[in-house]
């Protein structure tokens, strides 16, 4: 079965149709009280919480108010494009067939491709596709990746399955999604999210390109492929390293330091994240390496704690021999591992997944600084308590932007057929010989091998990659900092006012067809 529904980017509709399922944009408000004070928040859910994509619209609409930007331009950006369910069978047994579902949300075509991760998790629903939809439109229009928005996913738990029935659910969506135009490289193009990784991406293009054999840039429908692939060094650990290179950013603000008491340097920080998965760990692995001590790790059945901070690579290894923290050496268990949010610490990395921090929790939240890995780990009424607890944010819009970033260079990367410094290395390496020559020459002084290699070699493909993410990160950190001082708001509005600004610009300076 599938369900197509198009949307005219021009509607300021507050009520949109995917598939069989009406979304209602608005929800009636609801205020909380605690401790005397109420918080806003919208009724959605069984836990008076809002829904993940009430939260994102709450999120953009403060920040449109002080955006300066029209409220034509305003619903025109905040509008869904289009969607796509799909359900298709799955033989799991000789005699037996599983019906799946999934999910493909464009959230704003206003840039192409849009981009957008896949997801494998049993949450995986329609509005959660669409609210991660358009946190990536968001998310791109920050780090100034020239993409729209877009996500997807099945809802399945992947542990079901055995590695041959997994590849034929990721190549049939993938069929459905061929068959539909939501996935090429210049329309679409998919990544790894919570529950996909480099497999999966490499059974994705390899379906396209069944599909597209004549297309020389096949290959650039997808990212986060294997290197042998066509991926990019540096991909796998980019959402991480960009977490790393966010929070060392923000902590290096005298404006950070002053609320939280905190020295600029990431070492002997004490930091627990939540998720020991792609994100969590590779955040873990740039903190450790740089001096931090990660005293606690929450995966989905306890959390591992040690004050004097965690061996990641071994707890790593621990966890996937074993599947568990459980019995590990060297730390604690807590069988609650919802409480390692709880824990003291000055940075707490949620990057599992999303609504982790919310009413039954924000006031136990113990950490300095909170910064979101994960898409939409804090509910709104939980960042009104964290707000007022003194804790600074660093909102998941710009801090996992990292992923997307190394996407990007990857799909350039597919486009030019080429190596990153394929044809610049040795000419860079050439250049420095010379000049270090000719200083050789002029003191006297011979250098040491060592001395002379690093000062001479030539940046390899990751080296350009760290570079660029590392550039990109500081600069979309940077642009946040100034809004937020400037307009006196917190970092997310201030990250969502500058992406707002930023994609009315494109559709403002392109005009609209078609409007009446
Ligand atoms: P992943 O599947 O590799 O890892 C998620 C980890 O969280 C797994 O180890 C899982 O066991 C654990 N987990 C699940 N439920 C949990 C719970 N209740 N408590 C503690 N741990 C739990 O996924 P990922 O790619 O690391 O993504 C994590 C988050 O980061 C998601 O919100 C995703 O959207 C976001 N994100 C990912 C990327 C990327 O490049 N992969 C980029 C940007 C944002």
Known sequence: MLSLSFFSNNMASKTFRVAKIIFKRSQPYFCPVINGRSYST????????????DSVQIYFNKAAKISGVSEKTLSHIKAPDCSLQVTFPIEVDDDKVEILTGYRVHHSRHLLPVKGGIRFSPGVEEQEVAALAALMTYKCAIVDVPFGGAKGGISIDPKK????QLERITRRYTVELCQ????????????????????????IMDTFRQFHPNDVNSIGCVTGKPISLGGVRGRNEATGLGVYYGVREFLSYPVVQKATGLSEKIEGKRIVIQGFGKVGYWAAKFFEKNGAKIIGIGEKDCGAYNPNGINIEDLFTYLVKAGTFQGAPNVDIIDDTLKILELDCDILIPAALERQINLENATKINAKIVGEAANGPITPAANDILIEKGIIILPDLLLNAGGVTVSYFEWLKNLSHMRFGRMTKKWDELGKSKLVELVENNVGRQLTESERKSIVQGAEERDLVYSGLEDTMVAACQETKSTAASKNIDFRTAAFVNAIQKIANVYEGSGIMFMT
Request: aromatic fraction near 10%; charge should be negative.
């Open 42 to 53: 919208a009724i959605t859910s069984g836990d008076n919480e809002p829904s993940f994509l």
């Open 161 to 164: 399955f055995t590695l041959a």
């Open 180 to 203: 539909k135009a939501f996935i090429g490289p210049g329309v679409d193009v998919p990544a790894p999210d919570m529950g996909t990784g480099a497999r999966e991406m490499a059974w």
